[in-house]
């Protein structure tokens, strides 16, 4: 008699320790997952057409929220932020000023300073000529791609740098268009 009823407590015993290891894994997991992604990476959906042709409606992206915590982004760097008029909503842009930059757009080219920014990822696009602006210190001047179809720093102003969630690095979706962005 007396084995059978070691027996049941083992089992029981066997229960109790698998519901904890259980309950002990996902709390190490969830762990991970708000430490990946409020410090590491974000995904993101693209829902408009702003960014196009590099990003399309649909695509999805994995943000480094790690990029920028030794440096600034640089020219070109395609980031999301929170929208400044709305810091519920994130964004997706391209940087094309920092602060302390004039910007102007002539005759559907930018101006950096006076000098003509190379811009190899627009298709031959017209838009309406702006500027020039002063770009405040701290702050980013950042447009859409697709100039046509994006609401911007043209529209809304300046990103302050504090708003800069990360850098857009990679494409995960769809599978036909996974790969670096550039």
């Known amino acids: 008699m007396k084995v059978k009823a070691v ?43 702003s960014m196009e042709p590099i990003l399309l409606i649909n695509d999805r992206i994995i943000v480094t929220k790690f990029s920028y915590w030794y440096e600034e982004p640089q020219r070109g760097d395609i980031i999301v932020f929170r929208f400044p008029k709305d810091t519920s909503k994130h964004l997706v842009k391209r940087v094309i000023g920092m602060g302390g930059e004039i910007i102007s757009i002539r005759n559907n080219q930018v101006y950096i300073n006076g000098k003509l920014l190379d811009e190899p990822y627009i298709n031959n696009e017209k838009y309406q000529d702006f500027g020039p602006v002063v770009v405040p210190d701290g702050h980013y001047f950042v447009l859409g791609d697709n100039r046509d179809s994006s609401e911007d720093s043209r529209s809304w102003g300046y990103v302050p740098a504090r708003l800069v969630v990360g850098k857009a690095q990679y494409r995960y979706w769809p599978l036909s268009r996974v790969g670096k962005i550039y």
């Open 7 to 49: 027996e049941r407590e083992n089992k029981t015993n066997q229960g109790a320790f698998t519901l904890r290891e259980l309950l002990q894994s996902l709390l190490v997991a969830l762990f991970l997952v708000v430490i990946i992604k409020t410090f590491i990476v974000q995904l993101f959906w693209i829902p408009s057409r």
